[in-house]
């Protein structure tokens, strides 16, 4: 056996010694496989151990330039796809807008109300899909109590913003409600061309 080659244990090929990772625990210094069987016995002991504890095992698809694969969804999407992201070393976000979105809306759902987005499509169907207090726009908007900070329902984007425009006064709420239905303004009748103006 030549001194400037070794024989990998893994592939069982003969290799020169730059092809073998230090390892200072042996009698050459090196390690027993080549760096590339190391590699790929690394990557298959992580698959084996990920599956074990019935973990999903991302698998990287070959891609061609111009393109990358989503560490989310698994897809092959082109750069326009994805955020930018400075520290990467492609310069691309791991994963692409649409997932980068979903994980956001997730997050704000922890974040603010504690609830996941199963939990809000649980009320969104409780309510048969429509806003609470309207009963016609569609309920996309969580409703909560700014003292409390319970969630009340989901509600329609005007609802919503109404709330919040009464900064969630009910007394308010009520005289905007007898205002609609003209109790604030409209002249009651008391007698015969006798009116009474609403104090």
């Keep these: 056996m030549s001194t400037e080659s070794k024989l990998c244990r893994g592939c069982g090929l003969q290799h020169p010694l730059s092809a073998f990772a230090a390892n200072r625990s042996t009698k050459d210094g090196l390690q027993a496989r080549c760096r ?17 504890k019935g973990k999903t095992v991302w698998v990287r698809a070959e891609v061609q330039p111009g393109w990358k694969q989503c560490r989310s969804c698994g897809e092959v999407k082109p750069h326009s796809e994805w955020h930018k992201n400075a520290t990467a070393p492609d310069g691309l976000a791991t994963c692409c807008k649409p997932c980068k979105a979903a994980r956001g809306r997730a997050g704000h759902l922890k974040r603010s109300y504690g609830m996941t987005e199963a939990q809000r499509d649980e009320m969104v169907a409780a309510q048969n899909g429509v ?35 009464f900064k969630d006064r009910p007394d308010v709420m009520r005289r905007a409600a007898a205002y609609v239905e003209g109790n604030l303004w409209n002249p009651t009748l008391v007698a015969q061309g006798v009116y009474r103006q609403p104090s």
């Design 131 to 165: 806003c609470v207090i309207c009963q016609e726009g569609l309920a996309e908007h969580v409703d909560h109590d700014h003292q409390t900070g319970k969630v009340r329902g989901v509600l329609c984007f005007s609802c919503n913003a109404a709330l919040g425009q």
């Design 36 to 52: 590339p069987c190391v590699a790929s016995y690394g990557a298959e002991y992580y698959r084996r151990r990920q599956a074990a």
